[in-house]
């Protein structure tokens, strides 16, 4: 690909392609924390939140889930059935959160399914 040159003519060497930077992708980590904030304010509107314990909160939040959606499959597995349905979670709750924080989960997790059926 060098073409033959004459040796009166200086030796010029052929452009290179320059090699294009991939740019890295930034992998968005989905967390609670906007969520965690916005009921902090609505129940405590002069309350601050440090950046540990929000961590430590969406932590908390992250293994509730797990136990929930663990507990929801293994009812549904032991029912034969290949969904999980709002009673599959509901069942769950009951199980893996105690007394009257069950009871409230519940009471807001129908009014959020109501909701959102309704519209």
């Known amino acids: 690909w060098h073409q033959k040159l004459k040796k009166s003519q200086p030796r010029r060497s052929l452009p290179r392609r320059r090699k294009k930077k991939k740019k890295r992708v930034k992998k968005s980590v989905e ?3 906007i969520y965690i904030f916005k009921v902090l304010k609505q129940v ?10 929000m ?3 969406n932590s908390f939040i992250n293994d509730i889930f797990e136990k929930l959606a663990q507990e929801a499959s293994r009812l549904a597995r032991y ?5 999980i349905t ?4 509901q069942t769950a709750v009951r199980l893996v959160l105690p ?5 409230h989960a519940v ?3 129908t009014k959020a399914v109501t909701k959102f059926t309704s519209s």
């Open 99 to 103: 007394g009257e924080l069950a009871k």
């Open 55 to 57: 961590g430590i909160m």
């Open 79 to 83: 029912n034969k059935k290949p969904t």
């Open 44 to 53: 405590h509107p002069d309350i601050g939140i440090s950046s540990k314990a």
């Open 86 to 89: 709002s009673r599959e979670i």
């Open 31 to 33: 967390t609670y924390k």
């Open 107 to 109: 009471s807001e997790g």
